[in-house]
Each structure stands twice: as structure tokens, then as C-alpha cells.
């Protein structure tokens, strides 16, 4: 892109026609004529390159002023490019793998496997944020620390199975090592996605009192409830050694789970299928977005000491020309 940083200067412009005129009312009174008795007598060479030369003399002199007037208005070439700044996020995935989550109400998978297919989904959406993975059962284990690598990620996603921990729901525990995890992390917004389809019965802190942890360091919980309402098909082995399904009564603790994402400024969200779960992560997909910031920085690169030196150049050029092989009679 060019850009002309003096503009004002281009008003001499202006100047150039007058001083043709001016130059042309001089020419006719001070013309001059040298008489022939005849035609033969001319120079051979009258009406070559030579004549053409010295009849276009001043033109030349009009295209040096040109571009010195040009060169005063400073023109630049400027070479553009945009700096955007990405202000990612912090995402702790905390997903429950007590033995509950092998009911079979998230057909035609259970619920952890489901889970497991909707998260990896999530993760593939994202885009310069920092996402790590946490499980609990009776206990908490961090499976992958924050982290850019989508890929090490996924791996340690579809690794996970459920058997890994002692058999429990420790949400209080899980939150706050969950909330360990990432109070010290840079980023502005730190966000926590809580899932689980249980009560709290175990580990030795309360989910409430792991919420205001999060809250006081400024992290945000999701909570999301996942498994039908009433009954859901659990598998269990009879005594063959053969796999059967029983129903059991599916029990969430809603109201506490409302109230540690409430403390901590998020939502509580409820799946009962495969579609709702989708669903949720989509939501929170649109709602935590990162923030994009662009700059604009211009190089410039001066092309006035070019126009400077071809005017300077042109003029010396008429200059010796006048002195020398297209000079005139007095």
C-alpha cells in the first residue's frame, strides 16, 4: 500500500503549469532566427532524435520538477501485518469413574463411555486454551495437567476406565484438588467442569466448602448431573459368572451440586441422555469462548530519496546537454 505523508506539498503541483506558461510567453519574445539563402544549406541531421531532444528540453526540466515535488509530499510503501493475541482459557475436566457411571442408560453405552465420547468432542472445538483432566472416585487422581497438547489429552481420556480408584464419590475431594490444581494459573478466566452422577459419600471435605475455595480463587464450576430420572439399568454378574442388568434407583444430588456451581458463579446443568449431554458442553462451548485481540503494525519503507535522486539526476542530465551537444546559438 502507498501513502503519501506530506500531502500539502503536492499543492506546488499547481506551480507547474504557470512556469510552462510563463516559460512559453518568454520563448515567443525572445524568439530568435538565424537566416539560409537556401533549404540545402540546413544541417543533414535537422528533424532527427537530436532535434527532438532539443525541442523537448524543458519537458524534461518539467518531469525533474515533477518528482522533486513528489518527493517533498514523501511518499512510503507500507507493508502491513496483524498481530492477534490470544487470551485462552483454563479448563479442569473432573469426571466421575465410580462404579456408577457403568449403568446403561446413556444407550446403547453407559454413562462413562458416553461421557468420555462428548468431552473428546469438546476438547476438539477448542483453540488456544489450556485443558486438563482430572478423575475421582473414593479418591482424586490428576490423568493430565493443563495443557495445549489436544492430543495427550484425548489419549489419557480414552485411556481412562472405570476400576482405576477405590469405588466411591468424593465430589468434595475431587473439587478441591480440582481447584489445587489450577488457582495458580495465569490465565483471567479458570474454569472447572464438574462431572458426576452421584451423591457425595466420601473423602474428608465438603463440596460447599470446596466451592468457596473456588470461588476465593476466582474459579468457576460447572456442574453437570448425568443419568436418567427414576431407574437405570446397572450391570452386575450372576452367580455363572454371566453379565445381567438390574434396575436401580438413579440418585443425584441436584440441590447441592446447584449450590457449588451457584457459590461459584456457574451453572448446573442435567443430562439424562446422550442428545442433553451433547447438548450442555455445546453451551458451555458458545459461553466460554477465548478472547481474540488484533493489532495492526505498519513497516514503512521511504521512496522520496528515489525521487529525489532521479529528479536531481534528470536535471543534470539537461543541464550537461545544454553545455554540450544540444547547445544553441546565444
Not at 442433553?276 to 522520496?304: H, M, N, P
Request: glycine content about 6%; overall charge positive.
Amino acid at each position: 500500500m502507498l501513502r503519501l505523508a506530506a500531502k500539502p506539498f503536492l499543492l506546488l503541483l499547481l506551480l507547474l503549469p504557470l512556469l510552462a506558461w510563463w516559460r512559453r510567453l518568454l520563448r515567443r519574445r525572445g524568439r530568435r532566427h538565424v537566416w539560409f539563402p537556401a533549404r540545402e544549406l540546413l544541417p543533414a541531421g535537422t528533424g532527427g532524435a537530436l532535434d527532438f531532444l532539443l525541442r523537448h528540453l524543458e519537458r524534461f526540466k518539467d518531469a525533474a520538477l515533477l518528482l522533486l515535488v513528489l518527493a517533498l509530499a514523501r511518499p512510503q510503501l507500507l507493508h502491513t501485518y496483524r498481530v492477534e493475541e490470544q487470551k485462552g482459557l483454563d479448563i479442569l475436566l473432573t469426571l466421575d469413574i465410580s462404579g456408577s457411571m457403568a449403568a446403561v442408560d446413556f444407550k446403547p453405552r453407559n454413562r462413562l463411555e458416553v461421557a468420555k465420547e462428548v468431552i473428546a468432542s469438546f476438547i476438539e472445538k477448542r483453540r488456544d486454551d489450556r485443558l486438563g483432566l482430572v478423575v475421582f472416585a473414593a479418591t482424586s487422581a490428576t490423568k493430565c495437567p493443563l495443557t495445549v497438547d489436544y492430543d495427550i489429552l484425548t489419549f489419557y481420556l480414552q485411556e481412562t476406565q472405570l476400576g482405576e480408584l477405590e469405588d466411591g464419590t468424593a465430589i468434595g475431594m475431587a473439587l478441591a484438588g480440582s481447584v489445587n490444581r489450577i488457582r495458580r494459573s495465569p490465565a483471567k478466566t479458570k474454569i472447572i467442569i464438574l462431572l458426576t452422577d452421584g451423591v457425595n459419600n466420601r473423602g474428608e471435605i465438603d463440596p460447599r466448602d470446596a466451592a468457596k475455595m473456588a470461588r476465593d480463587h476466582g474459579v468457576k464450576v460447572y456442574a453437570i448431573g448425568v443419568g436418567t430420572r427414576g431407574e437405570a439399568p446397572y450391570p452386575v454378574l450372576d452367580a455363572l459368572g454371566r453379565q445381567r442388568y438390574v434396575m436401580v434407583n438413579v440418585e443425584i444430588d441436584e440441590e447441592l451440586l446447584r449450590e457449588v456451581a451457584r457459590t461459584t458463579g456457574g451453572l448446573y446443568f442435567r443430562a439424562t441422555d446422550r442428545d442433553s449431554l451433547q447438548g450442555i458442553f455445546a453451551e458451555i462451548d458458545r459461553w466460554e469462548k477465548s478472547g481474540v485481540k488484533s493489532r495492526s503494525y505498519y513497516e514503512t519503507t521511504e521512496l522520496f530519496p528515489w525521487l529525489v535522486a532521479l529528479g536531481l539526476a534528470l536535471l543534470l542530465l539537461v543541464e550537461a546537454a545544454r553545455r554540450s551537444f544540444l547547445r544553441t546559438l546565444p
